[in-house]
């Protein structure tokens, strides 16, 4: 006969150290969570920008300075030192950001922009029932069918890193395209988003011929009117179509950037991209950096990484043909296995920051350099 005891399994001992550790983690996060909002609120106010002077402000000079509530400005400036997004000056009573933080915060050009993240973050919030549908019914979610702000906050989000990476170390990295996008060459970038990365090399290579793609026509239209406000419209074309049958042939350089996860079918694509390439041309794939062993990708930067895979990359690959759902941190050798599977040789990494790996492939095989991993 059972006992109470066994059909009662005892309640497993608690260690208090490691409770307290994990609500220390989880007041770090709650605090962060808390603060998405306020980071939106001092982006869409100007409240960053009008502080990035340096000068020391009461609340008070900073509602004057634009034109917004002195008490709700109190406790955001609160809550911003709090968290260390804008300083406290207890002796004066007034606030000010340093350098370092009106980097970050107050402007859109520079190679590290924290507000894009928010307005990302505030449109898969806005999306969490439908997420939770989708968990329920194993059904995918379409980049189209995310809450429109996805869509400028992944622009946003991603843009300061290509200014930071693309034209000085990326392109670079690749073996002879440097000279030929500077003679001259067709570009395809696919996935293109809003744009951002199609732009910014445009801008770069003016004696080159661009021609970004999106299967997201809402997308398409946005990077149109980017390429009018940059003044390359003359240079860069816009045009909805998916990875699998984009138009157009003998591209020097084909480019991916944080897209390939995405889609359902990324062996189609790859296949034809081999198609779409000129002799000897280059295909780059930009992937979120990862490892191919799943421990070694619970990082920081790997928890970021596998949230927006949870929410956005996989729902997105799920919805279309084939439904591969690779995700964000696949790591170096699943993408390599698609690449070839799609009849490309070569594959080496060829630059790689703490956010992204920068893969070289084209159709023969070769020797990858020896300054990176050959994976
Ligand atoms: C994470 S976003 C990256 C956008 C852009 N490359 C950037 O870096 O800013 C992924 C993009 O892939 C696009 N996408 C997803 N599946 C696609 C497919 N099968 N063909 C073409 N584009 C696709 C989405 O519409 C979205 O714009």
Redesign the pocket.
Known sequence: MATAASSHPQTPAIDPEKLNALLGRAVQDMGAALQAPLVLIGDRLGLYRAMSDGVHLTPAELARRTNTSERYLREWLNANAAGHFVEYDAATDTYFMTPEETLALASDDTPIHLPGFYYLLASLMKDEEKLTEIYRTGKGM???EHEKGL?EG??RF??PT?LASLVSSWIPALNGVEEKLKAGARVA?????????TLLMAQSYPASQFFG????PQ?IEKARERAAAAGVADRVKFEA????S?PGKNYDLVA????LH????PVG?ARHVREALAPDGTWMI?EPFAHDDTAANLTPVGRIYYSASAT??VP??LS?EVGLGLGAQAGPARIQEVVRAGGFARFCTVAETPFNLVFEVKEEDGECPDSVRDW
């Not at 179509?241 to 699998?244: E, L, R, V």
């Not at 995405?262 to 079918?265: I, L, Q, R």
């Open positions: 379409g980049w189209h869509f992944t622009e991603f843009r290509y970038d696919i996935g293109c988003g809003h744009g951002a990365s793609f999106d299967y997201h997308s179509a998916p990875a699998k984009f991916f950037f944080d897209c995405d889609m359902g079918d694509a930009v956005v990359c997105c690959s279309q």
